[in-house]
Every structure is written in structure tokens, then in C-alpha cells.
């Protein structure tokens, strides 16, 4: 089962910041919050990832709290092109297979 | 670096056929992992290998079957296909399986 829970769907303005939050209060300590995206119908796409502490890389910063019970994907300056799905993924351990579970994702929808 | 590269991307079968669908991995990597996409189940994981050898399976019928050879490209094979089996079917590769995995563009089956 999904470990994540996400907002079915969001608006974000082009050029404005986009925050897709995301609740995993059941994470354990040695698993990974995974972040990805899919443009309709291809293959999802690898955004980011963090365990404990803030990420950044070209694309985007990963924002989890302290409690790592939930974390905040953003998008700095969201274009048309960011219209996506994006999923929220707790990676399961690795001695436990270290498969990504998807849940059903938010569908982020960048307007002009 | 090539990404991961999965063919046919589209095949039509008929009820009852079976079918064979095929995964090269980023070269270097030596673990492929399968996933189905559906409208009504959304992403759902089917199984991993790694190093030739299936390390991870999901809660799918003994219809769907894979094998990795020593290239580490991966073959996924599905028997007696059902009309609930049109879906698009996921590649993902990864150097080992405690990495970020990369998704390929899928493979869009549909089972008339």
C-alpha cells in the first residue's frame, strides 16, 4: 500500500512557485522520500530525493520537516511544461526489496 | 549516457495470446524493475531483477513472468492475455538497488 498521501490536483500560475505538499507519517527512519513526474502517458521522470535534510538540484528543492512526517515539493518558476502528474514515493527499505510504491499522485495543471 | 530504452512501444494482441516485451537498462546498470499502468490501479510494481535473478515480486498472477540475461537487458512475459492486461508497462533501471531508479518510455499493450 501506498505509504504517501497527496492532493488530487492543483493550479499554479507560469512563472509563479509551485508547492506540492505531501504526508508520509508512517515513514521509518531509513526510508527515502522519492519525487517524480509524468507527462501523460510517458515514462515517469526522476525529480528529487532527500531522507532527513533539504535538497536542491536544477529542477527543484525537496523541503521535509523535521519529523519527516511530510514533505513539500517546489517548483521555483513553473512553466507550461511542468503541467505533470506528480508523485510523492516513501522508497520501502532496502532489505525490505526497496521498491518504489505509487500512490495515485496530484495532478499539477500550470496556467498562463 | 543513452536512457532506458523498451520496444515494441505499441502492440496489439488478442485475448488469449501472449506476448513478449523487452527492457535495455543505462548501461552500467544491472537492476530492471517492471511496472503496470492502469487507469483504475494506477502505478503498480511487478517485479525487479537483479543480477539475473528476480530479488522482488508484487501481487500479480504467475500469467506475468520475467528473466534478466547477462547484458542486464530485461525481457517481461506476459501468458494467456486478458482484456484487463491492456495497460502501459514500465521499465525502470538502476545501477544497484539502493539507487534512484529511471524509468524508460513504456510499452503500450492493448488486448483486444
Known amino acids: 500500500d501506498a505509504k504517501t498521501t497527496q492532493p488530487t490536483s492543483m493550479d499554479c500560475a507560469e512563472g509563479r512557485a509551485a508547492n506540492l505538499p505531501c504526508n508520509h507519517s508512517?515513514?521509518?527512519?531509513?526510508?527515502?522520500v522519492y519525487w517524480y513526474r509524468q507527462i501523460h502517458s510517458q515514462g515517469p521522470q526522476y525529480i528529487i530525493h532527500?531522507?532527513?535534510n533539504n535538497e536542491t538540484n536544477e529542477m527543484a528543492s525537496l523541503i521535509i520537516t523535521e519529523d519527516r512526517k511530510s514533505s513539500t515539493l517546489i517548483l521555483p518558476h513553473a512553466t507550461l511544461r511542468d503541467t505533470a502528474v506528480y508523485y510523492c514515493i516513501v522508497r520501502v527499505a532496502y532489505n525490505q526489496g526497496g521498491k518504489l510504491i505509487f500512490g495515485q499522485g496530484t495532478e499539477l495543471s500550470v496556467k498562463p | 549516457k543513452a536512457g532506458v530504452t523498451q520496444t515494441p512501444r505499441y502492440l496489439i494482441k488478442t485475448r488469449g495470446q501472449q506476448v513478449t516485451l523487452s527492457c535495455s537498462p543505462i548501461?552500467?546498470?544491472?537492476?530492471v524493475s517492471w511496472y503496470q499502468q492502469t487507469p483504475g490501479q494506477g502505478l503498480q510494481f511487478l517485479f525487479e531483477?537483479?543480477?539475473?535473478?528476480?530479488?522482488n515480486k508484487g501481487n500479480f498472477p504467475g500469467r506475468f513472468s520475467g528473466r534478466q540475461f547477462s547484458n542486464s537487458r530485461s525481457e517481461m512475459n506476459v501468458s494467456t492475455l486478458e482484456l484487463g492486461d491492456s495497460a502501459l508497462y514500465l521499465c525502470a533501471s538502476r545501477a544497484s538497488p539502493t539507487d534512484t531508479q529511471y524509468f524508460g518510455p513504456g510499452t503500450r499493450l492493448t488486448v483486444l
Open positions: 532527500g531522507l532527513k
Open positions: 508512517t515513514i521509518s527512519g531509513n526510508e527515502y
Open positions: 531483477y537483479f543480477s539475473e535473478t528476480q530479488r
Open positions: 548501461s552500467g546498470h544491472r537492476s
